[in-house]
């Protein structure tokens, strides 16, 4: 391999059961479990990232001369852009328009779930420089003939390394709630304003009042009646909404069986009846939020069981922040605040690339400008501020 990796041996595997799970979980470590083994096999072996769905692993596995692995990254060929949260679709049709091809193409990410974190995957002490990753990823991009590799939410600290490489730059946006050393929801209310912490009980108190019953499942506490319930919300709002489910049934229990106590279902109940879900996966100091449904009506319910009962329960467990997902603005007034996510592209026709460029620099400012009066609406009071 080049840039200095000549002792690196490059592979790629279409099924991450090929790769040892010691061997990849010693590069990707425990701090996000979405990047785990455990995570990216229930993907593949529940049939939800598969190439029947246009989801073709190729996952990268580098070997140090005494062929020991000391580093991994999870890549999949893509005959299109959906599941992936970074939008593209329209370089794919300005170079078709071009008469050139913009599928196949390379996504380093983890299936269906907008979740910021490493994508690089480094065993400690190995010292593989992010350079090693992006000349394995550009030469698997030119011996599969592909358009183009991307590296979505991956970390500022990869982003940057990568655009050091000579890679496109782009950023995002999410909401998340960090935790200013809260002991208890009430101190969180504590820290805003007089009048959205009005707004906030109002809400809690409504969706409370519905003579509904809450729940936090994990581990040997969830059973397949709890996933079956989970999958008809999960199924019914991804109808209403986009048309198509990514998830297949069996991926939820994998899920569960492989993660355990890292997954984190709030149910809401009726009468002793499911009616509403959500589901988080926590990490080593974050908790994702990821999935939710809903059958029926109910006052807030949304917000009680996606966001407050998720600050809940990472402020009950000492977590520094929850991250509630892609998109909504509506988060801001329950305490998600903007924060930049990373993505890094690596286009192979230079007229695309070019071009690509110029948006990307246009966009980025948009980005900022737009973040900054974002976090004008923030409902935490100002400093020397009082109710």
Not at 257 to 285: S, Y
């Amino acid at each position: 391999m080049p840039d200095g990796s000549a002792s690196l041996t490059l592979t790629l595997h279409d099924a991450i059961a090929d790769i040892p799970a010691t061997d990849w979980d010693a590069c990707a470590g425990t701090d996000n479990p979405f990047v785990s083994h455990a995570c990216l096999s229930a993907l593949e072996d529940s049939g939800s990232a598969c190439p029947r769905e246009g989801w073709m692993p190729q996952h990268v596995l580098l070997r140090a001369e005494d062929r020991r692995v000391v580093a991994v990254a999870p890549m999949y060929a893509k005959s299109h852009s959906y599941g992936e949260y970074v939008f593209d679709h329209g370089w794919a049709n300005a170079l078709e328009r071009a008469g050139g091809s913009y599928y196949p193409k390379l996504q380093v990410a983890v299936p269906f779930s907008p979740v910021p974190g490493p994508r690089l995957l480094r065993r400690p002490g190995s010292g593989i420089p992010v350079a090693a990753f992006a000349s394995a990823f550009e030469q698997a991009c030119r011996s599969l003939g592909m358009s183009s590799v991307h590296v979505t939410f991956c970390t500022e600290a990869e982003w940057q390394s990568l655009g050091e490489a000579g890679w496109l730059q782009r950023i995002g946006t999410q909401f998340h709630w960090e935790n200013n050393g809260y002991a208890r929801f009430d101190d969180f209310l504590g820290a805003l304003s007089s009048r959205k912490r009005k707004v906030l009980r109002r809400e809690r108190r409504d969706a409370n009042a519905a003579g509904l019953t809450f729940h936090a499942l994990s581990g040997d506490d969830l059973t397949e009646a709890h996933w079956d319930a989970f999958y008809r919300f999960y199924t019914s709002t991804v109808d209403r909404k986009w048309g198509g489910a990514y998830l297949t049934r069996k991926f939820f229990s994998l899920l569960g069986e492989r993660l355990g106590d890292r997954v984190v279902l709030m149910m809401a109940a009726k009468d002793g009846k499911p009616v509403a879900g959500a589901l988080n996966i926590a990490g080593v100091d974050t908790l994702y939020g990821r999935n939710w449904g809903c059958r029926g009506d109910w006052p807030f319910l949304h917000f009680e069981l996606c966001y407050y009962r998720a600050i809940d329960w990472a402020i009950e467990h000492g977590l520094k922040r929850v991250e509630a997902g892609a998109q909504g603005r509506h988060k801001i007034q329950r305490g998600y605040l903007p924060q930049p996510t990373y993505s890094a592209h690596w286009i192979a026709h230079t007229g695309l690339r070019r071009a690509v460029a110029g948006f990307l620099e246009d966009e980025q400012r948009q980005v900022y400008a737009e973040m900054e009066a974002l976090a004008e609406q923030s409902p935490f009071r100002r400093d020397g501020e009082t109710d």
